[in-house]
């Protein structure tokens, strides 16, 4: 079955970096468009960036020129690369599967705080 694993959150400071790392089995991963996703305390659940096999990728307006979505097929996993961190980045960030909609990891929890 398809799992995702999360990991590489932790607290930073306002104009900090962070890179998560999500991996992956149980998808033809190298086809698959994988994207990660956001939730905020009383929000709902957002895309952030998204990459295709062919490494085609979008962003959210609130993250583009900041954030970098990355892919190592050979690993399957997929990266995301934050700069310039701020506080409204703080959320529980997620990756999915688009193939796998209903699938979602644990999460990783990144706060961005002084």
């Known amino acids: 079955q398809v799992q995702l694993v999360e990991s590489g959150g932790g607290l930073v400071r306002p104009g900090g970096s962070l890179k998560l790392s999500c991996a992956t089995s149980?998808?033809?991963?190298?086809?698959?468009?994988m994207a990660w996703y956001r939730q905020a305390p009383g929000k709902v659940r957002e895309l952030v960036a998204s990459?295709?096999?062919?490494?085609?990728?979008t962003y959210a307006d609130a993250v583009k020129g900041r954030f970098t979505i990355s892919r190592d097929n050979p690993r399957e996993t997929i990266f995301l690369q934050m700069s310039d961190l701020k506080p409204e980045d703080t959320a529980v960030y997620y990756c999915?599967?688009?193939?796998?909609?209903?699938?979602w990891g644990q999460g990783t929890q990144v706060t961005v705080s002084s």
């Open positions: 999915r599967a688009e193939s796998y909609v209903q699938i």
């Open positions: 149980g998808t033809r991963f190298v086809l698959e468009k």
């Open positions: 990459i295709t096999g062919r490494l085609a990728t």
